[in-house]
């Protein structure tokens, strides 16, 4: 449990990547209680320094004393890391909001995005996940509606930026496209096939089902996260030659009849939520305008024809943001409000 303090030791581990620098920079944005920060990432980082609230903080390598004063550590550098280095890290009395997908599914580590199941942080151990970027955007937008008429079945197809697989992809993407565009040869090394001008449908790898673990992660995830197993989730996730904001096709099958304008007014009201869907005006959400934002945009409501209680949308969220350093920090900032409130 976090102790009640005025300011937290923070440690940031995978501190150069794309998410942990983006963890960084919300801290500081959001004014987090830190006293002090640790920044930690792997070997050949080291004798880099990052800023942060205008000083200069080192990155350091990990070893076993790393977390020894530590308050809360968030970590974000992939799922091998994460299986070593948590539970030293909540060994010596860290609490850990970990982005990998490693500690996701166990049943002692709660699986949390704050605007849906806040609660689940009262049980934790030492240990909270963050849940899958694309998992997090559709819930936050889902619950709301779930809670007015069980969602009975979703249907997913996700086109995701390149940003989600990291630095080397975001320069994969940038690369081709200026060899394209020069009439030169083009490399791959990050995605199997060329990613710019292209679209692959395969994030992550195959599993023996035919779906890709990214495609399961979100069918798992969402049931713990809406803590319902009788919702029944199926996806396709697709890589798109965009830089940052995932989008998602939605459909859902609900208990209860709900028209598009009751989908509207419910997720008007809903936290993290902001409703963009003006066709007359060809109003709806796009990844370049979510990138760099907060919330969850929601657009092209309109009643799926085709089934008796049928609902489609198009959901946006910064992929970064939400969908991964923001999430984690809210999950910090709410466990901060609990340790206050004891
Ligand atoms: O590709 C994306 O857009 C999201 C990628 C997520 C990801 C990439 C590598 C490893 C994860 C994740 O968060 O599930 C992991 C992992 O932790 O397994």
Not at 40 to 50: D, I, P, R
Not at 95 to 102: E, G, P
Not at 222 to 241: E, Q, W
Not at 279 to 302: T, W
Request: proline share 5%; with cysteine.
């Amino acid at each position: 449990m976090l102790k009640r303090k005025s300011r937290y030791v923070v440690a940031v581990v995978g501190a150069t990547g794309a998410v942990g620098d983006e963890m960084i920079s919300l801290l500081e944005e959001r004014d987090f209680p830190v006293e002090d920060l640790r920044l930690f990432a792997s070997e050949n980082s080291v004798g880099k320094t990052l800023s942060f609230e205008g000083s200069e903080f080192p990155v350091q390598a990990l070893s076993e004393s790393s977390f020894r004063g530590v308050d809360i550590a968030l970590f974000s550098a992939g799922a091998g890391r994460s299986q070593t280095w948590a539970p030293i890290a909540v060994k010596a009395g860290c609490v850990v909001v970990d982005n990998s997908s490693q500690w996701r599914m166990n049943p002692d580590v709660p699986l949390v995005v704050p605007e849906v199941n806040p609660h689940d942080l009262k049980w934790h151990k030492g240990l909270i996940a963050n849940p899958n970027c694309s998992t997090i955007q559709m819930v936050v937008a889902l619950k709301p509606l779930h809670d007015a008429v069980r969602i009975k079945r979703v249907v997913v197809t996700t086109f995701q930026a390149v940003s989600g697989t990291g630095r080397r992809a975001m320069d994969e993407l940038l690369q081709q496209t200026a060899d394209l565009l020069n009439f030169r040869e083009v490399a791959r090394s990050v995605y199997p096939h060329q990613i710019a001008f292209n679209v692959l449908p395969h994030i992550d790898a195959f599993l023996e089902n035919g779906y890709t673990k990214e495609e399961m992660k979100m069918v798992n995830e969402t049931v713990k996260i809406m803590g319902d197993p009788s919702i029944r989730v199926t996806a396709t996730a697709v890589r798109v030659p965009v830089f940052r904001g995932h989008s998602e096709s939605v459909n859902i099958e609900t208990e209860k009849k709900i028209t598009p304008n009751e989908v509207r007014s419910l997720l008007a009201q809903a936290p993290g939520v902001s409703i963009l869907d003006a066709p007359e005006k060809d109003a709806y959400p796009l990844p370049l305008d979510a990138a760099g934002k907060d919330d969850v945009f929601v657009g092209r409501i309109r009643e799926d024809e085709s089934v008796e209680n049928g609902i489609n949308m198009w959901i946006v969220s910064d992929n970064l943001r939400k969908g991964a350093a923001l999430n984690a920090i809210q999950i910090a900032e709410e466990l901060v409000r609990l340790a206050g409130a004891q």
